[in-house]
């Protein structure tokens, strides 16, 4: 099993930015890919970025330009800096972790942009 564990959600003015992190536990070895979902207000969970194990980075349409994700090998974890926040970018963020055949989220974070 594995458990992930987000922090940094909040609330921020439009064009501000945020950082969230993401920290693996217990089964950790060969997490193939982890990464951020969101899922806004009467919408479907959607992909925002995943990053390999060999550090390839796929983001969503919505968010290339603004937002980054890196990993972190040695410290199991994942992060999600977040700048030029809009309105629409409100959310719960959720981190993902997939591991073979396994896929893992964590509890899920606010993220609120509004003035």
């Known amino acids: 099993q594995v458990q992930l564990e987000e922090s940094g959600g909040g609330l921020v003015q439009p064009g501000g930015s945020l950082t969230l992190s993401c920290v693996a536990s217990?089964?950790?070895?060969?997490?193939?890919?982890m990464g951020w979902y969101r899922q806004a207000p009467g919408k479907q969970r959607e992909m925002v970025a995943a990053v390999s194990l060999s550090g390839y980075t796929n983001y969503a349409d919505s968010v290339k330009g603004r937002f980054t994700a890196s990993r972190d090998f040695a410290e199991r974890g994942v992060y999600l800096e977040m700048t030029s926040l809009k309105p629409d970018d409100t959310a719960v963020y959720y981190c993902?972790?997939?591991?073979?055949?396994?896929?893992?989220w964590g509890q899920g974070t606010q993220v609120t942009v509004s003035s």
């Open positions: 217990g089964s950790t070895d060969s997490l193939h890919v």
């Open positions: 993902n972790a997939q591991k073979y055949a396994d896929t893992y």
